[in-house]
Every structure is written in structure tokens, then in C-alpha cells.
């Protein structure tokens, strides 16, 4: 009997990307299957978000071929494209006093407020409640923006991302600001859903290893927008990778599924 692969989620072939005279991407080749949990780690200005916009069908390649489940940028209109994609920003946008529930439906609107006269139907709200549920808000589907926490504004997002039932979900430092407390609680429901949504391919940017859900099954590390390391979790993040991502000693340590970075002592002991 033969075995087919898993399906290509993303798969980007010498990518570059150029901002003026300065290349941010200098050429970067990688392949996420389906349901797939990548963390993308790197230092600050290592391209994470860059990538993320590339993976996100919002910015082009300068040159290089970037697929996209089953499209490739250039080639297929990016607005449609966009729909399949559940895109978390910590920097939401929102000014305005919506709902819980408003913010969780405007994903299926992929706009920041909710249209004046859109209203969802039966089906959509039901489907609403249920992600409210799921992130722990059941309860609280009333409150507003401007009063939420940063962990109920952050586990809103997610909802309104999945309400799409995006094939692909990127999650761009999804624990920011987020308490011990709500950052676990954010941890678990990622964990579930790689449980009741095993189709779903994610990729979460980091910048802390105690940040990645049990779930992770992949990593790439970025520094000056070059890979480093990119494969499985276990392969990837080592302390030397890391130790090289960071220009700076760090041990890694696992236990459990979690992770953790220490500096890396006997580095440093060994430089003395
Ligand atoms: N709008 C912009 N105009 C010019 N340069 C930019 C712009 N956005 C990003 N850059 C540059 O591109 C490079 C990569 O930035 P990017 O935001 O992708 O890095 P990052 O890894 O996400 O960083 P951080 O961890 O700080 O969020 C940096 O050198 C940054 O200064």
C-alpha cells in the first residue's frame, strides 16, 4: 500500500523580500505540511513579521515562489486567498466599544468594526457562541473592548480568527502581555484545538520558549532573515541553534512538551 504525504500547507522557494535599498529577506527556502504547529523564533528585526506577512498573503516576494495552501502568491487573487487564513495581531486595530461576540463575528466580515448593516444569522451566531465558549468568555460575550483584559482581548482574537474555519492559522506573539495565569489558559486552549481541529496548520512567532504550546511540533529560527534551524521542534531547538539565532549562550532546556531558555552558564564560564 502506498502512503501519500501529507498535504503542503505553506512552501516558500528562494524567497526575498527587499524594503528599498535593504534586504530583509535575503533568500529563505522552507515547507510546512498540514496541521503542522510551527514557532517561528528570532530576535527582534530578524524578519519574523515580515515572513508573516509574506505567509499571510498580504505582502509579495520580491523574488522567489511563496505557496500558500494551494495557491501561489501572484497568481491567484489574495483577497480570496486571505479568507483561508485566520491571522492573529496583537496590535488589533479596534477603537471602537464592540461586543465580545462583535469582534469574534467581524472575522467573518475581515473588517476591524462590523459593517452598519450586517447582521449575522443563526448559524454564524451559534458558531460565535460556541468559540466564545471554547476561549473561556462564555459569560462574558457582553463585555467590551475597552474593558476587556489583555488575555480576554487576546483569546477574542483567536476566536475571531477560527470563525473563518481558516485551513491556516497565524498567531503573532498571541501571549503578549498576558499574566502566568492567562498565558496557560491561552496555552491549553491552543493545545485543545490541536485536538478538535487536527487539520489546522499554525505558525507562532515568540520571542520566549516557555511561550510554545505542548502542541508544537515544529520550529525555525530566523536572524537576519536567514534560517538557522527549521524542522522538527525537537531537531530545531537546540541550544546551539538557539545560541546562534540569539548571538548569545543559551541552554535549552524540555521537559514535558514545555520549554525553557536559561543563559547558557558553562558557556560562559568557558569564556572566562
Ligand atoms: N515598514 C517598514 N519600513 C522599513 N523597514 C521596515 C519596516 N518594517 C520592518 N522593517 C525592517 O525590516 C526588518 C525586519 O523587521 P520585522 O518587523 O520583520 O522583524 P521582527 O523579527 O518581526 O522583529 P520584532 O521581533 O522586533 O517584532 C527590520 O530591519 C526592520 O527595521
Redesign the pocket.
Known amino acids: 500500500m502506498t502512503q501519500t504525504a501529507t498535504p503542503i500547507a505553506l512552501a516558500l522557494d528562494d524567497v526575498t523580500f527587499r524594503?528599498?535599498d535593504?534586504t530583509?529577506i535575503p533568500g529563505l527556502s522552507v515547507t510546512v505540511r498540514r496541521g503542522e504547529h510551527w514557532a517561528l523564533l528570532?530576535?527582534?528585526?530578524?524578519?519574523?513579521?515580515?515572513?508573516m506577512s509574506l505567509v499571510g498573503a498580504v505582502a509579495h516576494p520580491s523574488s522567489g515562489t511563496v505557496r500558500i495552501l494551494d495557491s501561489q502568491i501572484g497568481r491567484v487573487e489574495l483577497q480570496a486567498l486571505r479568507r483561508r487564513i485566520g491571522h492573529v495581531n496583537p496590535r488589533h486595530p479596534l477603537r471602537s466599544p464592540l461586543t465580545v461576540q462583535d469582534v469574534v463575528l467581524s472575522g467573518l466580515t475581515g473588517s476591524v468594526d462590523l459593517p452598519p448593516r450586517w447582521r449575522a444569522d443563526a448559524d454564524e451566531l451559534d458558531h460565535a457562541t460556541r468559540l466564545i465558549e471554547l476561549f473561556g468568555l462564555g459569560g462574558k460575550a457582553e463585555k467590551r473592548w475597552p474593558t476587556m483584559s489583555q488575555g480576554e482581548r487576546g483569546r477574542a482574537l483567536i476566536a475571531r480568527a477560527l470563525i473563518t474555519d481558516p485551513e491556516l492559522l497565524l498567531l503573532d506573539e498571541p501571549s503578549t502581555g498576558l499574566d502566568i495565569g492567562a498565558r496557560e489558559q491561552l496555552l491549553e486552549t491552543l493545545d485543545l484545538l490541536a485536538v478538535t481541529r487536527p487539520e489546522l496548520t499554525w505558525l507562532l512567532?515568540t520571542?520566549h520558549l516557555e511561550e510554545l504550546p505542548t502542541t508544537t511540533t515544529h520550529a525555525m529560527l530566523?536572524t537576519r532573515?536567514q534560517l538557522v534551524a527549521a524542522g522538527p521542534v525537537g531537531e530545531a531547538l537546540t541550544s546551539r541553534a538557539v545560541t546562534e539565532t540569539f548571538g548569545y549562550p543559551i541552554e535549552v532546556v524540555e521537559g514535558d512538551g514545555r520549554w525553557a531558555a536559561r543563559t547558557g552558564r558553562t558557556a560562559i564560564a568557558g569564556r572566562v
Not at 42 to 51: H, R
Request: net charge positive; no cysteine; glycine share 28%.
Open positions: 524594503r528599498g535593504q530583509i528570532g530576535p527582534n528585526g530578524a524578519g519574523k513579521s515580515t515572513l512567532v520571542h530566523l532573515g
